[in-house]
């Protein structure tokens, strides 16, 4: 059995997964992880900071899954459309469950320095990601701004036709 901060973590990622930031408790979070309240204070000494633990988890994952799921490409432009691949497979793994740091963003004041900090350095994060396979600024904010894009709208329309078009319109881009 998992420690009880990672219960913690876990059960708090499913459940801003499912309901969102603000419509998850403590208490719901503490009855479903079957931990002590205690514990839950022991490891974070507020849902604010459980809801970085929770984005710096989700960031690692990720990154990590993107990373192997690209990981057999061997230029820049199919990896890059291999990365919307991804966010098809990321919609069929999560009904289209959207960007965990979006959603979180949509959800905070906009003073909580601490997880939009989080959620800013994971979109830097992307970007450079872009920048690195690409070499060129322009043209890597442009694939970046149809990724985001991407994710946000396949999550309106539980859809990934705009992913699929994204992918068109990179196919004309990338040389």
């Known amino acids: ?31 479903e992880a ?10 974070f000494k507020s849902k604010d900071h459980l809801c970085v633990e929770y984005l710096n988890v989700r960031h690692q994952y990720w990154f990590n899954e993107l990373n192997h799921f690209c990981a057999q490409e061997e230029t820049s432009k199919s990896r ?12 069929q793994k999560e009904n289209f469950q959207g960007c965990s740091f979006l959603n979180t963003l949509s ?41 985001e894009s991407s994710i946000i709208e396949s999550q309106l329309f539980k859809s990934n036709e705009l992913i699929e078009r994204s992918k068109k319109i990179i196919n004309n881009l990338i040389p």
């Open 1 to 31: 059995m998992a420690s009880p901060r990672d219960r913690i973590v876990q059960t708090a990622s499913g459940l801003f997964g499912k309901q969102g930031y603000n419509s998850t408790g403590i208490n719901q979070i503490i009855f």
């Open 34 to 43: 079957r931990v002590a309240k205690a514990s839950f204070y022991q490891y």
């Open 80 to 91: 890059v459309l291999k990365s919307f691949d991804f966010l098809i497979h990321m919609n």
């Open 107 to 147: 959800e905070i004041p906009m003073n909580n320095a601490e997880i939009l900090n989080v959620i800013q350095h994971h979109k830097t994060d992307l970007r450079h990601y872009f920048t690195k396979l690409l070499m060129d600024d322009i043209l890597s904010d442009h694939i970046y701004l149809l990724f």
